[in-house]
């Protein structure tokens, strides 16, 4: 039985063949090739009430070597296509930087890294697969751990074992990480958690053992790695995710990216934990628990006014914890909970989160 991780490979080999495909079909038969694509322009991204995410119209572009316009554009785009089933069929991966300089050998031209970015997202599109797919990532990373063993499918490293509970410091979830395969677990949950520091903290009181959890390191709002990830775990092992973030606007808008998406990411409908619930640190929280709070600044209260514009805060814990941000002007940090002792948060809030959020 092939693995998941080969198959993904497999398909993506499959599109990218189809794609060449159809561009020497028109050489060959004369005829200047095209690529059409769904737009991305702000007037074709739509909010899908069914999957509670933005998606994209049916609004497409096309882009044709017969258009002068148009020639730059499609010759970055199939060059792209060509590097990339390179990496696939190699087994390497690349960054978004290596994109960029690795055109220059080929004497295609890019201005700057955000158009070559820009190309990559274009692939996307055509191919209807996330970048990771066809092995090209950010350099950001977060971190797993506890006590989940992987078997590992990248070359030189295929069928060797790992338990994510060996080290410390978790393990970085990159491309090695990101395709590897689930072997076991005893774990019934996953914690992503926004902040490096809280992670380390949840790593040394055992939060793993304690509540039976995958424990993430978000760095924030989470790399499209890490949501990836999040949502494999919750796929394939059936683990239900619960999202602790800073109890400010940013905080709660890092919950909303995991679990709906984002509109910069609308043409993809595979990052998402619908399910997901977002545990905290809530406005509430912070006048409950009486934590020590900084003054929301004038940023902080246009971003909290833009996001109740927002169709996917409309009602429920989201409109309620806007409404209160906007009302007590303030914000906290997770690790104000700090003031009751350094393990308070594992000790009283989250056991008290979690009861919470599972009868909801």
Known sequence: MKSTASLRRREVKQLLRQMGQRVYTDLDNAVFPELVFPSRSVRNIVYDEGLKQYILGSSSIRRSSQNIKHIRPFSQLVWLAYFVNKLVAEGKTSTLRDVFYSSQAYNVEFVDQDESDEIITDLEEVLSKAREDFSVYPEERSAIFGDLTIEYTVPGYEGKKLNLSSHPDGYLIGPSLSTAEFVDTSAEMV??????GIFTRFVEEKVHKKFKALVIDTAGQPPRSTRYMLKRLHQELGLPVYIVTDGDVYGEHIAMVII???ANAAHLRELTVSSAKWVGVWASDVVKYKLPSNPMTEADIKRA????????????????ELDLFLKIRRKSELEAFSKYGLTHITDKYLPEKLREAKGM
């Open 191 to 196: 914690l992503a958690v926004e902040k490096g």
């Open 305 to 320: 006014q833009e996001l109740k514009k927002d169709p996917r805060y409309t009602g429920g814990i989201w409109q309620r």
């Open 260 to 262: 709906s998406g984002s």
